[in-house]
């Protein structure tokens, strides 16, 4: 293939401080340098990520900061020359610099959105923080971390010329299986989300009030002081991403906890699921449409409504069941959810959209979900 000029404007890739987007883009983007093409991450310069960067230097992007937008200008050479301009969700200002992408870019624009039912409902409310409907139909490409239905209503009711599904994934090197001594029963790794609580309540809190004898961790930043933790849980403000596969080898299981808007439209993976799913370490989910397309329920991860099942297969599952979940779970992720397959997708979409730009083939809507 062709090799590709791509500026990615993104919300983060130096810090992963309280955001799941900069290990997307991490190994999404080296799996995509790997295949010869060439990178620009455009990253705002916020002080909340500047005060917690744990990737100053990527080997595989150049990686440049800008104070706003009009300090993004510096910049307009490098916009208007790409193959390829990505805009990501939850950008700062993201409508104003999707417009001026638009505006200013010779080849393909597309939109990379990490939080897709998040960002309609947003829209369906009027509220246009990083994207505008005005703005859906002129980017070439609207790259979604939702899949199945999602994509449809991208196309029909928001004219997309072409919805296409880039689940989140990961880097088995960098999330490899780790023997480590177990230290919880169950944890659980994430940002604070209030549509998140509840079901963290329901599925990690509660068991954990009910069975003092098990061990339990949330790690993740920006929890309310006011949460009445138990004592058997065991709180960590941040898990940086290299120390992530030591967290999950250190579990006897994880649990994965889908924000509400992603509940309803289902097929919304977490990248901590396929995170967790390469190291290994057995995932007990909430349960989602779509779940079973990427993990098979009861053999290559758990589902749990309630307390009473989480502490049902935290006390009764036996231990050679219980590996077992996990090593099937990583199988299925390095065959098929690897950061090098998602890049493989990208590479074969941005293609399409730009044969179709310069009129070389019909850019046929055809969906993956």
């Known amino acids: 293939m062709t090799k590709i000029r791509v500026v990615v404007l993104g919300l983060s890739l130096s810090s992963s401080w309280g955001n799941g987007h900069a290990t997307t883009f991490r190994a999404l983007l080296r799996a995509f340098a790997a295949r010869g093409h060439d990178i620009l991450f455009l990253e705002r310069d916020v002080p909340w990520y ?68 998040v960002t309609l409902a947003k829209l369906e409310r009027g509220d246009y923080e990083y994207l505008s409907p005005d703005l859906i139909p002129d980017y070439d490409v609207y790259f979604s971390f939702t899949g199945g239905p999602m994509l449809d209503v991208l196309m029909e009711r928001y004219g997309s010329p072409a919805a296409r599904a880039l689940y989140c994934s990961v ?25 998140r609580q509840a079901t963290l309540e329901r599925l990690l809190i509660e068991p954990a009030r009910r069975a003092p004898h098990l061990r339990f961790a949330v790690a993740g930043p920006q929890y309310p002081e006011e949460i009445a933790w138990p004592e058997n849980v065991e709180r960590i403000d941040h898990v940086p991403p290299d120390d992530h596969p030591a967290f999950y080898a250190q579990s006897r299981y994880t649990l994965n906890v889908t924000r509400a808007d992603m509940i309803r439209a289902g097929y919304s993976p977490s990248v901590r699921l396929f995170e967790a799913a390469a190291c290994g370490t057995p995932i007990i989910s909430d349960i989602w449409d779509g779940i079973e397309t990427l993990l098979v329920p009861e053999h290559e991860i758990l589902l749990a409504s309630d307390s009473d099942e989480i502490i049902d297969v935290l006390e009764k ?31 074969r979409d941005l293609h399409q959209a730009i044969r179709h730009r310069h009129q070389e083939q019909p850019f046929a809507l055809v969906v993956e979900s």
């Open 50 to 117: 500047a005060a917690h960067r744990d990737l100053k230097n990527p080997d595989f992007c150049r990686l440049e900061f800008y104070a706003d937008l009009e300090d993004l200008d510096r910049y307009r050479d490098d916009i208007e020359n790409a193959d390829a301009v990505i805009v990501g969700s939850y950008v700062p200002e993201g409508v104003d610099v999707g417009r001026y992408v638009q505006r200013l870019a010779n080849g393909v624009v597309a939109f990379y959105d990490i939080d897709t039912p």
């Open 171 to 195: 880097d088995p090197e960098a999330y490899p299986v780790l023997d480590r001594e177990k230290r919880w029963d169950l944890s659980y790794l994430g940002t604070y989300s209030p549509d």
């Open 317 to 347: 599952r036996p231990e050679d069941q219980r590996r077992a979940v996990g090593d099937r779970a990583r199988r299925r992720i390095v065959s098929e959810h690897t950061a090098a397959h998602r890049a493989a997708s990208m590479e």
